[in-house]
């Protein structure tokens, strides 16, 4: 359920003009108890490496597919931008491992963390704390980011469960049906960025809500890079993720390496939108 106050708290807690520092962000306690009596506000929470991977494997088996697309497709024409990360949660969750931390590989990082070289989940000498309020933050303002994180996942995907269904118009569909076209009709050497130009007024949206449509059909295997693994039937471990090299270039895997010559997986389309 939507509340425009809880969803303002929110909003000025993180962004004015651009993202408000940490030492700069204030929330009035009663605002607060507010926004969290709603649902768009938390108490920090510790999460361990393994605790979020047990409980992203429970909110993986609880999801209703079904309903995750109609969501994601009802939102091109509501822009519940909340409500249509599921769909690139879900996809990440489809195939991810079941690990513990003890037993995969991991690297140190220079804050003494162990990084899970699976799912990349960092893992400190003691849990560490989340602030899942900036989390939902991002899942309300642009769809949600970064795509690859299991704690958003988990996250997102529990907060779906909890919503209404949405069910998409037809025009909805046929919005879809836009964005597909668009992405089958590019030229070979187009980039993801080239795809989110060419998107502008195809819906209502702004540049990073395209973005992290893109992302998000990426991750579904929608939008495949054919030289790459990605999350549709098979899970890219951390460690696999490649970047470009491209400093500047900062858009997620695999979404980084589609080219226009990818075009469209039809299989994963008709998988993750079979009501098109």
């Known amino acids: 359920m939507q509340d425009k106050r809880a969803r303002e708290i929110l909003f000025q807690t993180f962004w004015k003009n651009g993202w408000i520092r940490d030492a700069d962000r204030q929330v009035s306690p009663d605002d607060f108890a507010y926004a969290k009596r709603m649902g768009y506000m938390f108490d920090p929470i510790e999460l361990s490496h393994d605790r979020v991977v047990s409980r992203l494997i429970e909110e993986r088996k609880r999801a209703d597919p079904t309903a995750i697309s109609d969501a994601f497709l009802a939102s091109l024409g509501s822009r519940r931008l909340d409500l249509r990360s599921a769909l690139g949660s879900y996809a990440f969750a489809a195939n991810f491992p079941n690990h513990l931390i003890a037993a995969t590989p ?46 958003y996942a988990w996250f997102d995907l ?83 993720r490649e970047h470009t090299g491209q400093h500047l270039n900062d858009w997620g895997y695999p979404a980084i390496w589609w080219r226009g010559a990818d075009g469209v997986n039809e299989t994963a389309l008709g998988m993750c939108f079979p009501s098109l």
């Not at 699976?118 to 602030?131: I, L, M, R, S, V």
Request: charge should be neutral; aromatic fraction near 10%; include cysteine.
């Open 106 to 151: 991991a690297s140190i990082v220079p804050s003494g963390a162990r990084r899970c070289e699976w799912c990349g989940f960092y893992e400190h000498p003691t849990p560490a704390e989340f602030d899942l309020n900036a989390l939902n933050f991002g899942r309300h303002k642009w769809g949600g980011v970064p795509r690859d994180n299991p704690v």
């Open 158 to 240: 529990a907060l779906f469960r909890a919503e209404l269904p949405q069910g998409p118009t037809a025009a909805d569909k046929q919005t879809m049906h836009r964005i597909v076209d668009t992405a089958r009709s590019m030229p070979p050497d187009s980039t993801v960025s080239n795809l989110e130009k060419a998107l502008t007024g195809t819906f209502n949206s702004s540049k990073n809500e395209r973005r992290v449509l893109i992302e998000i059909l990426a991750v579904c295997g929608v939008l495949q890079p054919r030289n790459r693994s990605g999350y549709f039937g098979e899970f890219t471990l951390a460690y696999e």
